[in-house]
């Protein structure tokens, strides 16, 4: 098969889909691969690390989409790539469709095969392709918030660690998956008091053996988030609902509750946010205020650290490449369920009901 790796286009993209190591192993299968010129050098591999590992480089975006027989990317493809995307071509990548009616259109017009990492999902419903981007965003959300907790950005003035003498800051995490357990512990390392809430209780038990005492669990309800975004200084948005817009947990009114200077990051703003008031950012404009409230919404954290954010990914998403160019994406799909649950838009047809859900459009079954 040929693979082709395009630079990432999106604003403040800096990671990219194949590091030299899943060159070297796709180039000992026999396959070939197309890097456009430029594509790793935001995560620090050069294309002569590429042509070492075996790859060739390309000058143009086009050449490697026109030329490849499946792309990897990270990000979804912004509108500038749309065309560039060719009826039965392969595209491995985040997609995030419950979030982008103008994206979804585009891939069932393209008549490609998306099929998208954040739904690969293992048989204990983990989802082993999110998984280590949850990581680094869960614990980025904690950077992130503590700095914009700074009143020259607004925030309310609070270290969150505190110092003898003065509280440390409060921090609410909403939802105990992986960005939410990985933002708390995060958070507890720096010494503040985190409350942790999910419907789970099964994730809070977890949470409850697992940290210190100065974390907390409760289960989540209308009543005690309310309860909560009074008296907490950085709230946490970290609700998945797999392949679906994220639920608004956190509704336009709630904000006159909050003390001006709390600061919200919402690491849900991929799959809509689970804030009414979250819209999505960039690193290059990161932060926007609402009713005296910060809210952080970059809906690529983890491109902010690109050489730890790309070898994460890559460490997992290989695997599943080799599988798809080993033996096509029809026999690695059925031979593999799990990749097969990846699986969003066919060749013109959605097949991954959530996505067809938020649209209200039909879903065909895979």
């Excluded at 969150?160 to 390392?189: F, N």
Aim: with cysteine; net charge neutral; glycine share 10%.
């Amino acid at each position: 098969m040929i693979v082709g790796v395009p630079k990432e286009i999106k604003n403040n993209e800096s990671r990219v889909g194949m590091t030299p190591a899943g060159v070297f192993e796709l180039v000992k299968n026999n396959h070939t691969v197309y890097v456009q010129s430029g594509a790793g050098e935001g995560s620090g591999f050069f294309n002569h690390d590429y042509q070492r590992a075996g790859a060739t480089i390309l000058d143009t975006i086009g050449q490697v989409y026109a030329m490849s027989d499946m792309i990897v990317k990270v990000k979804e493809p912004i509108a500038e790539e749309y065309g560039l995307i060719q009826k039965g071509q392969i595209v491995f990548t985040y997609f995030h469709f419950a979030s982008s009616e103008a994206l979804t259109k585009a891939m069932i017009e393209s008549k490609s095969i998306c099929i998208a990492y954040e739904t690969v999902e293992d048989e204990d419903g983990t989802l082993p392709l999110l998984t280590p981007m949850s990581e680094v965003a869960g614990r980025m959300a904690i950077q992130q918030g503590a700095k914009y907790l700074e009143k020259p950005v607004k925030g309310r003035g609070v270290l969150l660690g505190g110092v003898p003498g003065v509280a440390p800051g409060r921090v609410l995490v909403l939802g105990a998956g992986v960005v939410g357990i990985q933002a708390a512990k995060m958070a507890a390392g720096l010494g503040a008091h985190v409350t942790i809430l999910d419907i789970n209780m099964k994730r809070l038990r977890h949470v409850n053996d697992i940290m210190p005492p100065h974390v907390v669990t409760e289960f989540s309800n209308e009543f005690n988030i309310r309860k909560h975004i009074k008296t907490h200084d950085l709230i946490i948005g970290g609700v998945l609902l797999k392949g679906a817009k994220a639920p608004n947990l956190i509704t336009r009114d709630m904000l006159k509750d909050m003390r001006p200077g709390t600061v919200i990051v919402d690491v849900a703003v991929d799959q809509g946010g689970c804030v009414e008031t979250t819209r999505p950012t960039t690193h290059e404009s990161p932060t926007y205020i609402v009713d005296d409230v910060v809210h952080y919404c970059v809906a690529n954290m983890p491109g902010a650290v690109p050489y730890t954010s790309t070898v994460a990914l890559t460490n997992v998403t290989l695997p599943y490449v080799l599988k798809l160019a080993n033996t096509g994406w029809r026999t690695a799909c059925k031979l593999d369920k799990s990749l097969g649950k990846g699986l969003n838009i066919v060749e013109g047809d959605i097949v991954y009901k959530e996505i067809a859900k938020a649209f209200q459009f039909e879903p065909v079954l895979a």
